[in-house]
Nanobody, 128 residues
């Protein structure tokens, strides 16, 4: 099993940036893809982005494309999503998720029923 711990959330003004992080432990870091989801108040959790196990491929949902950059550092077992040009509608709890079954270069829409491990989430609040 793998443990995922997110951090980096907080309160930021619209137009600002945040760099989140997710530290993974318990399984060889380079063997699984990592995704990000978010859940806004009163809404269902939705997919945001994925980075492949190898780190060479990324995929972003349309609502964050161009503003969201995800990377991973194997030396630190950490994945870093950086969000720029934040909007109030980006306010949500952001969750890190692990997918053990995809190929090393796969990065696409990660279905929630394919997630093998979840982090506890980190809250991002964007003020207008």
């Amino acid at each position: 099993q793998v443990q995922l711990v997110e951090s980096g959330g907080g309160l930021v003004q619209a137009g600002g940036s945040l760099r989140l992080s997710c530290v993974a432990s318990g399984r060889t870091f380079s063997n699984y893809a990592l995704g990000w989801f978010r859940q806004a108040p009163g809404k269902e959790r939705e997919f945001v982005a994925t980075i492949s196990a190898s780190g060479v491929t990324t995929y972003y949902t349309d609502s964050v494309k161009g503003r969201f950059t995800i990377s991973r550092d194997g030396a630190k077992n950490t994945v870093y999503p950086e969000v720029n040009s934040l909007k109030p509608e980006d306010t949500a709890v952001y969750y890190c998720a692990a997918d053990f079954r995809s190929s090393s270069t796969w990065a696409g829409v990660l279905r929630q029923d394919r997630v093998d491990a979840w982090g506890q989430g980190t809250l991002v609040t964007v003020s207008s």
